[in-house]
Nanobody
Framework: QVQLVESGGGLVQAGGSLRLSCAASGRTFSSYAMGWFRQAPGKEREFVAAISWSGGSTYYADSVKGRFTISRDNAKNTVNLQMNSLKPEDTAVYYC???????????????????WGQGTQVTVSS
């Protein structure tokens, strides 16, 4: 069992930056692939970024590529999402998720993740 708690959301102007963090409980954090997803009002939850269990592979949605960076610190049981050059369309609730899939490439689908955090609101004003 893994418990995930996100932090770092807030209100920012377009072009600004935010850093989201996800703290995980449990001693097996390093064995999980980690992902960030987001859900805007009236829309389905969508993939944002993921990092493999080893940290050796990352993947990004086209909409955030070049602006967002995912990283993990297995010693601190945390995964971070650095978000730069934010746009109003990035406004959503952002969720951290953990997957037991131990492949080189991290999973990208919502259904491939086993544990989810409560989410943190990110609002980008124009």
């Amino acid at each position: 069992q893994v418990q995930l708690v996100e932090s770092g959301g807030g209100l920012v102007q377009a072009g600004g930056s935010l850093r989201l963090s996800c703290a995980a409980s449990g001693r097996t954090f390093s064995s999980y692939a980690m992902g960030w997803f987001r859900q805007a009002p009236g829309k389905e939850r969508e993939f944002v970024a993921a990092i493999s269990w080893s940290g050796g592979s990352t993947y990004y949605a086209d909409s955030v590529k070049g602006r967002f960076t995912i990283s993990r610190d297995n010693a601190k049981n945390t995964v971070n999402l650095q978000m730069n050059s934010l746009k109003p369309e990035d406004t959503a609730v952002y969720y951290c998720a953990a997957s037991r899939r131990r492949s080189y490439y991290p999973p990208l689908g919502v259904n491939e993740y086993d544990y989810w955090g409560q989410g943190t609101q990110v609002t980008v004003s124009s």
